[in-house]
């Protein structure tokens, strides 16, 4: 059995950011998060993520803008950031899973990994319907169902990475979380159960960065996303670096449908991945 892993970040990538939209939600200033408290927290040595997050957690409390918010929170505000959705996502999972069944002992898996918050992710039912692995910041309370206090877990840049290895290895999110040192253990290349060569990896930009080179060097493919209409020059410059050294194989706009170039490519790169390493049915005689 070989296996195809066409791997995504999540917002700005599937969705507009849900962080934002969270925040929009409980009319808490954005602009004010993201360009004064945010900035401050990074210049004081902050790792990004864990800035966002410590500054969420300020904010979550009995009078304080997110109130007692819990993950069962953030799940149902999941669906609502869903319905932001960018086109023809959908219709791509089909396309890509009725690819799969021209050829001999393949499978096609889809995965998240992103800094954002995991159980936000979660929330969007399509996802977590049609997805193996959802890979996101989490939150926690004193228990399961308490007011979040503390930060479980935080996705930096290069934390991104260890995730490719996870998918890489065949070290799937239960047992990730029963031992976080699995990642660590040995298996011989020819063992390893997705080969890089067979990822496709899709960002937007800055924290995708290292997942961006560990796929390409590794004979993968990774595609960055652009919003060209709302994104700042520095990002965009950020972008053409990330072109300049061939990190990606382009900067596209995250749609996702057979007429659309982004979706276009990914569907022809999942191809002829599956032509070049699998035997057709039909080949067979099936």
């Known amino acids: 059995m070989g296996i195809i892993a066409v791997i995504f970040d999540y917002d700005d990538t599937i969705v507009p950011d849900t962080i934002t939209q ?3 939600y409980h009319r808490i200033d954005v602009h004010k998060f993201w360009e004064s408290d945010f900035k401050k927290k990074v210049e004081q040595g902050f790792c990004p993520t864990h800035a966002y997050l410590n500054l969420i957690l300020n904010y979550i409390g009995k009078k304080k803008p997110l109130g007692a918010l819990t993950n069962k929170n953030l799940r149902k505000f999941g669906k609502v950031a869903a319905k932001m959705q960018y086109s023809g996502l959908h219709g791509l999972i089909r396309d890509l899973k009725n690819i799969r069944e021209k050829y001999r002992d393949l499978e096609i898996e889809f995965y998240i990994i992103s800094g954002g918050l995991e159980e936000i992710i979660k929330g969007n039912k399509f996802v977590y319907d049609n997805f193996s692995g959802i890979y996101g ?3 926690y309370g004193k228990n399961e169902k308490g007011t979040l206090k503390y930060i479980k877990r935080a996705i930096t840049f290069t934390e991104k990475t260890r995730y490719l290895f996870e998918i890489n290895k065949g070290i799937i999110p239960e047992e990730s979380d029963r031992d976080p040192s699995a ?6 290349m020819h063992d390893r159960r997705v080969p890089f060569k067979n990822m496709l990896y899709i960002g937007d930009g800055l924290t995708d960065i290292p997942c961006f080179s560990l796929v390409n060097q590794n004979e993968g493919t990774s595609f960055g996303i652009l919003h060209t209409e709302r994104t700042a020059s520095v990002k965009i410059k950020i972008l053409e670096d990330i072109l300049k050294t061939k990190r990606t194989v382009g900067a596209y706009a995250p749609r ?3 007429k659309e170039p982004l979706g276009d490519l990914i569907r022809l790169t999942v191809e002829k991945i ?3 390493n699998f035997i057709t049915k039909k080949s067979l005689g099936r």
């Open 22 to 24: 969270l925040l929009e």
């Open 274 to 276: 599956a032509a070049d």
């Open 183 to 188: 990642v660590n253990k040995h298996v011989d």
């Open 137 to 139: 910041c989490r939150l």
């Open 256 to 258: 996702y449908g057979k």
